[in-house]
């Protein structure tokens, strides 16, 4: 039986026992990163840091390590506010800043291997490892992430989820590049940025389903 | 007009503020206060939607307001955050119309029909020979008349038409055997 607006008011009102205002995007952004980090830093401690050091500390490698993490930070700031009604939806193109970075830092990567080993430089190997472990080192993270944005109003629930996803899987991304051996940029590129982009377009694709508005019964 | 904007949006602000912090009273005011605003906006939005339909998107707004109301800052106008909601809510109405709409057929009116020529009593172009039945059943026996308007052309029951006419069930079934018979008999003999 459809209840009228008047006993719609009347029950929500009964059942309103006041609620805590959610903080800032930003603020969420490092609650975010406080339950994240540990857990990466902990994964990436048991799997041990890789020795060669040299290729650490190399301009392209940090250029596309900070690129990877400023796109975790930014995607996550773009989904804590895509579920905020009223935010300027221009915030949300935050991420494709260092996201641009980092694709263009490989793509120069794959350019410079192309250049020094000729055709030999932009092989592809199968390297399925890749996508589950950055599934692994991203899954809390994502979980983290998932209960933090549903707690918002699912007012684009695929770009947010989209988001929420980018932000983990770039996360998971940044430390899987400490500890896994180090690749061509190819390689990085179509494995690495590739399961990014794929994890993401997954997420985006169920958006609709694991975020949506509560619906009032309908009329028959 | 600006100001009266504004003072509008600082009461719902208010209003939603003490709501957060668990004041039911304020929570009543500024539902009811949102219910005509969303109602309008509904309106504005969907011009061709039915009463009924506006009230249901204005129930799903009420109830997108109430679950989402953490996300309102009190530091931000009142009226975009509802917009969205608002706007939100109506597109999901109109992406919910177009899926219902893609899962339903066309009914396709299959008529029942049959062969036989005395079932046919339509003429060519469609139309009944309401002439003719007219002549017929006027030129029956009273009674008979009278069995055939109760029971076949007011459609009731015999239990109804007995007590409508004053006749026992039994010679209304007996009245109205007759009166088919000698129609069909008259009907036929015309063509």
Same mark, same amino acid.
């Given at each position: 039986m459809m209840e009228t607006t008047d006993d719609l008011i009347r029950n929500l009102v009964a059942s309103d026992k006041g609620i805590g205002?959610?903080?800032?995007?930003?603020? /969420?952004?490092?609650?975010?990163?406080?339950?994240?980090?540990?857990?990466?830093?902990?994964?990436?401690?048991?799997?041990?840091?890789?020795?060669?050091?040299?290729?650490?500390? !190399? $301009?392209?490698?940090?250029?596309?390590? $900070?690129? $990877?993490?400023?796109?975790?930070?930014?995607?996550?700031?773009?989904?804590?506010?895509?579920?905020?009604?009223?935010? !300027? /939806?221009?915030?949300?193109?935050?991420?494709?800043?260092?996201?641009?970075? @980092?694709?263009? !830092?490989?793509?120069?990567?794959?350019?410079?291997? @192309?250049? /020094?080993?000729?055709?030999?430089?932009? $092989?592809?190997?199968?390297? @399925? *490892?890749?996508?589950?472990?950055?599934?692994?080192?991203?899954?809390?993270?994502?979980?983290?992430?998932?209960?933090?944005?549903?707690?918002?109003?699912?007012?684009?629930?695929?770009?947010?989820?989209?988001?929420?996803?980018?932000?983990?899987?770039?996360?998971?991304?940044?430390?899987?590049?400490?500890?896994?051996?180090?690749?061509? !940029?190819?390689?990085?590129?179509? @494995? *690495?940025?590739?399961?990014?982009?794929?994890?993401?377009?997954?997420?985006?694709?169920?958006?609709?389903?694991?975020? *949506?508005?509560?619906?009032?019964? /309908?009329?028959? | 007009m600006q100001k009266q904007e504004d003072d509008g949006d600082s009461g719902l602000r208010h209003l939603m503020k003490a709501a957060q912090e668990g004041d039911r009273a304020s929570y009543n005011r500024l539902l009811r206060q949102l219910v005509p605003m969303v109602r309008n906006a509904v309106r504005v939005q969907r011009s061709f939607l039915g009463q009924a339909d506006i009230e249901d998107i204005v129930q799903d707004v009420l109830l997108s307001v109430h679950a989402v109301r953490a996300t309102y800052s009190p530091e931000r106008p009142f009226a975009p955050w509802l917009a969205a909601i608002v706007r939100n809510r109506v597109a999901d109405s109109g992406r919910r119309y177009v899926r219902s709409k893609s899962a339903e057929q066309a009914a396709v009116g299959f008529y029942e029909t049959f062969s036989p020529d005395e079932t046919n009593t339509t003429n060519e172009d469609g139309s009944v020979d309401a002439d003719a039945l007219r002549h017929a059943i006027a030129s029956l026996p009273a009674g008979q008349r009278r069995a055939v308007e109760l029971v076949k052309l007011r459609e009731m029951s015999l239990k109804e038409a007995a007590h409508e006419s004053g006749m026992s069930v039994a010679s209304l079934k007996v009245s109205v055997h007759r009166a088919i018979k000698a129609l069909r008999t008259r009907l036929k003999k015309r063509e």
């Open positions: 205002r959610l903080p800032s995007p930003w603020r /969420r952004v490092s609650l975010w990163l406080a339950v994240a980090l540990p857990y990466v830093a902990l994964i990436v401690i048991g799997m041990g840091v890789r020795a060669n050091l040299d290729e650490l500390s !190399s $301009t392209r490698f940090l250029i596309e390590q $900070t690129a $990877t993490l400023l796109t975790a930070l930014c995607a996550a700031f773009a989904a804590f506010c895509a579920v905020i009604p009223g935010v !300027s /939806r221009r915030l949300l193109l935050l991420p494709l800043l260092p996201l641009t970075v @980092w694709l263009g !830092s490989l793509g120069q990567g794959c350019l410079q291997d @192309w250049l /020094r080993y000729g055709a030999a430089g932009l $092989t592809i190997e199968p390297d @399925w *490892h890749c996508a589950p472990r950055i599934v692994i080192v991203g899954a809390i993270p994502a979980i983290a992430m998932f209960v933090m944005l549903r707690k918002g109003a699912p007012l684009a629930p695929r770009l947010t989820m989209a988001l929420g996803a980018l932000a983990a899987a770039a996360l998971g991304n940044f430390a899987l590049r400490l500890f896994h051996p180090p690749d061509a !940029s190819l390689m990085v590129l179509v @494995w *690495h940025f590739g399961g990014v982009a794929l994890l993401s377009a997954l997420a985006g694709a169920v958006g609709r389903y694991l975020h *949506h508005w509560p619906r009032a019964p /309908r009329r028959a | -």
